[in-house]
T-cell receptor
Framework: GQQLNQSPQSMFIQEGEDVSMNCTSS?????WLWYKQDPGEGPVLLIA?????ELTSNGRLTAQFGITRKDSFLNISASIPSDVGIYFC????????????FGTGTSLTVIP | GAGVSQSPRYKVAKRGQDVALRCDPI?????LFWYQQALGQGPEFLTY????????KSGLPSDRFFAERPEGSVSTLKIQRTQQEDSAVYLC????????????FGSGTRLTVV
């Protein structure tokens, strides 16, 4: 299967700080998604990206579709305690229909 | 329903036992997906249905895994002769049409094989 590498693997930040994480692949993707997963729950879609270079915001979250189509970035501004969770990127290859490949996840801890 | 519902939430099976996991997608959603999430990993694709048709089963790890969606709504993932390596969270997701805009996931079934 496809390998999507997320970094960092984990982050410990103070409340109010900004957060940046990224996702890279050796393959070219058609679509990038960012999900957040809380313990014991399924992933929840945060942002979807469809074009190279696209920059999309959802509240304090901003994500970008890398111009090489092999990477994507997620930024969270002014973090709050409820931002705690695991963030996953997911990519769709041009030729694989509806299947998405998920990254390894970035675990975020926000210290009040 | 309002969301994707999965049952049971937790299942403990003895090695060699057969299990059946149920998924109720959002009403009207034609696409349904099953993913497997091992501890500390991201979800991995298992299979995809459009209505009752299983269009992609390339992710099913062995012939012990079988999924069905006979009436195009509720789906069941069946695992025969469970092995310890089958222990994982099994996530079901649905989408209204194609999946390009992303799926809505259920809370998952945590399967532990002892």
């Amino acid at each position: 299967g496809q390998q999507l590498n997320q970094s960092p693997q984990s982050m410990f930040i103070q409340e109010g700080e900004d957060v940046s994480m990224n996702c890279t692949s050796s393959s070219i993707f058609n679509t990038w998604l960012w999900y957040k997963q809380d313990p014991g729950e399924g992933p929840v879609l945060l942002i979807a990206l469809y074009k190279a270079g696209e920059l999309t915001s959802n509240g304090r979250l901003t994500a970008q579709f890398g111009i090489t189509r092999k990477d994507s970035f997620l930024n969270i501004s002014a973090s709050i305690p409820s931002d705690v969770g695991i963030y996953f990127c997911a990519g769709q290859l041009r030729d694989t229909g509806n299947q998405f490949y998920f990254g390894t996840g970035t675990s975020l801890t926000v210290i009040p | 329903g309002a969301g994707v519902s999965q049952s049971p939430r937790y299942k403990v099976a003895k090695r060699g036992q057969d299990v059946a996991l149920r998924c109720d997608p959002i009403s009207g959603h034609v696409s349904l997906f099953w993913y497997q999430q091992a501890l500390g990993q991201g979800p991995e694709f298992l299979t995809y249905f459009q209505n009752e048709a299983q269009l992609d089963k390339s992710g099913l790890p062995s012939d012990r895994f079988f999924a069905e969606r006979p009436e195009g709504s509720v789906s069941t993932l069946k695992i025969q002769r469970t092995q310890q390596e089958d222990s994982a969270v099994y996530l079901c997701a649905s989408s209204l049409g194609t999946a390009v805009r992303g799926y809505t996931f259920g809370s998952g079934t945590r399967l532990t094989v002892v």
